[in-house]
């Protein structure tokens, strides 16, 4: 499955996410919509656990807070919220976020080809012919969003969520 047309029609108008100074720099778009993604995935497997087991979702949001982003992928993937190739997508993004975050020698997403290798890696990427149509920093988001987008969907009680690419404060964290 590939992006959602409508997202990468967003992207390409160049749809503003963040202020103007941040519009430049990669490094922290990068390290926020992916902690955004982990938050997403914190929020859809605790009502996953909810609707499942009755476990409180509050009480499960604070239990896997601490939880790394490849883990967290893990357990969408056995809960059924993600297809196995959108947890290794979800893991992708996580090494690039880790990658700006410890590395500041790092470059622009176009500029730095192996900093958007892990872009172009993603099967999102591969499988839409569209993205290479797009920035790189474009490109990102729009997978960002559709990863966020599939998330709201399988999550029971969540919604559809739209592109995702509104909510980029966490507001809906809490489900």
Known sequence: MAVRPEILDSERRGFVVFDDASQLEHRGMVVRE??????????????????????????????LDDWGTKKLADLAYFLGLVSEEDRTDICSLSRLRDRYAHD???????????????????????????????????????????????LHEAAPGRGTGGSGAQQSDGADRDG
Do not use: W
């Open 104 to 150: 500041l020698e790092r470059g622009q997403l176009d500029s730095d080809a192996k900093m958007f290798g892990y872009i172009q890696d993603t099967n999102l990427y591969k499988r839409t012919a569209q993205c290479a149509s797009l920035t790189p920093q474009a490109a990102f988001l729009a997978i960002v969003c559709e990863l966020v987008a599939r």
């Open 34 to 63: 992916v902690c955004r993604l982990e938050g997403e995935l914190v929020a859809s497997i605790a009502c996953s656990l909810e609707a499942a087991r009755g476990i409180h979702r509050r009480r499960t949001i604070s239990d």
